[in-house]
């Protein structure tokens, strides 16, 4: 039986997922606590259909992870990649990129 094994996304990938100014954008939403689509979509002006293109980017690179709320899927920042110690920043694990 062969083994399969996960790769963890490289910093240079997770730098490419955060280059894109919504993908941005909702990482940045997200640093104030979880929120569902809809709320991102509003607080972001942002398409449903365009928005969650851009969450799935997010969560295969491990930027972002899911729970449901009833029907609502609620997105939230991992505990490794919200960075409480520096103001309003993210870490990418290799790097932080800091929003203030």
């Known amino acids: 039986m062969m083994k399969t094994k996960t790769i ?4 240079a990938n997770k730098l490419k997922v955060v280059s894109d100014s919504t993908r ?3 990482l940045e939403a997200l640093m104030s606590g979880p929120h569902n ?3 991102l979509m509003e607080q972001l002006n ?3 259909s365009l928005l969650s293109h851009h969450l799935a ?3 295969e690179h491990e930027l972002v992870e899911t729970y449901r709320d009833g029907k609502a899927m609620v997105y939230q920042l991992p505990e ?3 960075d409480c110690t520096v ?3 993210i ?3 290799c790097c932080k990129i800091s929003f203030d």
């Open 91 to 93: 870490n990418l694990g």
């Open 57 to 59: 980017i997010l969560r």
């Open 80 to 82: 490794n990649v919200s």
């Open 24 to 26: 941005l954008a909702v």
């Open 8 to 11: 963890t996304p490289s910093c």
């Open 37 to 39: 689509v809809g709320e």
């Open 46 to 48: 942002v398409e449903q």
């Open 87 to 89: 103001g309003k920043a």
